[in-house]
């Protein structure tokens, strides 16, 4: 058995106090995050002018100054503080991938805060409701069961106005039988996975087959928000306006949740039937400067590679990180002879040297396994 830390995640329907207490909590942990971000930003540069030492602040520090801090879950205020000083960590330690912080904007970011459990001020009340400090008891939808001790808890709305909280329990799970099996995977655009025992997987491209609509609605969003602006009217009040935003929220969401499960079924599928899984680590980055960005937005690879890794992790599999640039779709795996680089028009080819005759994708997960295996 191993110990890990696992989310549970349950729409909640706070009442019209409880509304607003989430609101000014949502609220005071965004002017957190921005006043320590700013105190950060000017630390550093006088730091860069004089050499004086840069000092973290903390939430306290501002109370006098913005005594509405005080009215809000202390805990929602220092867990801003651990996001930012793990935001500027993961910049630093990997500043071409991971952005500098940025400021938080009430219209741009998601709502959200994170309380800790102390002493049981965060519990699950009769299967129908979840005691939270500051709030008092949410009824919730508790469609299924949490395992383990609750740690913390994070209240967010979405942007169709729904509420949820995802609790965070230490809790323990049972590693997967062993199979003695081991499997090279080939994502792309045609198939969304391809084994190396010739099993392709189709790519259900969601935001695909609903971008029509989403366009649709997207263009009459435009022209309902110009007609506002004609009138003198702010967006936050233009009544059709915000039901459209709705609209095309929920639809973006669905896409979400769509795209979300199918990713859980297959990682889980993946590491369940095999011991180890040989991935080509993907510049998903520069992928995503190519004609194929959408695409490749569609098929959350990143997301993928998360799921997977994690899984394995729990659950005592292996994953086998293939470097970015190596040839798998020019590699013949019978004879090893690397051929041109090949359009991605091109689905299948015939080696030079010994004449096999390949799948493309078949072909690239087949090398990625023998690579895979080989580090």
Not at 101 to 129: H, M
Request: one cysteine or more.
């Amino acid at each position: 058995m191993k110990q890990v830390k696992k989310a549970f995640v349950y729409r909640i329907y706070p009442n019209d106090l409880q509304k607003e207490m989430f609101a000014k909590t949502f609220g005071c942990a965004r002017k957190i995050w921005n006043l320590m971000l700013d105190d950060r930003i000017n630390s550093y540069k006088q730091y860069h002018e004089d050499a004086t030492p840069i000092k973290e602040t903390t939430p306290a520090m501002y109370k006098k100054d913005y005594p509405y801090l005080k009215e809000v879950d202390s805990l929602a205020l220092a867990n801003e503080q651990m996001h930012l000083r793990r935001a500027f960590t993961n910049f630093y330690r990997n500043s071409k991938t991971v952005g500098y912080p940025k400021f938080k904007s009430k219209n741009r970011n998601r709502n959200s805060y994170t309380t800790n459990n102390q002493n049981g001020t965060i519990a699950i009340i009769d299967k129908q409701g979840i005691k939270l400090p500051k709030v008092g008891v949410v009824s919730m939808d508790y469609h299924r069961e949490h395992t383990g001790k609750i740690k913390s808890a994070t209240v967010s709305q979405d942007a169709t106005g729904a509420y949820y909280v995802a609790i965070l329990c230490e809790t323990e799970v049972e590693a997967f039988a062993k199979t003695n099996s081991s499997i090279g995977v080939d994502m792309g655009i045609h198939h969304y996975v391809v084994l190396s025992d010739g099993t392709k997987i189709e790519n259900p491209k969601y935001l695909k087959k609903d971008m029509q609509r989403l366009q649709k609605l997207q263009r009459k969003l435009s022209r309902k928000a110009e007609i506002a602006k004609a009138k003198g009217i702010k967006l936050e009040d233009a009544k059709n306006y915000q039901k459209l935003k709705i609209t095309i929220a929920r639809l973006h969401k669905r896409i979400y949740n769509r795209r979300h499960d199918f990713l859980h079924k297959l990682s889980t599928y993946l590491i369940k039937n095999h011991d180890v899984i040989c991935v080509e680590k993907l510049s998903v980055k520069k992928m995503l400067e190519s004609h194929l960005a959408q695409a490749i937005t569609d098929a959350g690879w990143t997301k993928f590679l998360a799921l997977l890794k994690y899984k394995a992790e729990w659950y005592g599999k292996s994953i086998k990180e293939v470097e970015p640039y190596y040839p798998s779709t020019q590699i013949c795996h019978v004879c090893g002879s690397k051929e041109s680089k090949k359009a991605l028009h091109i689905r299948e080819w015939e080696c030079s040297s010994c004449h096999s005759y390949h799948d493309r994708d078949i072909n690239a997960a087949m090398n990625i396994h023998q690579h895979g295996l080989a580090i």
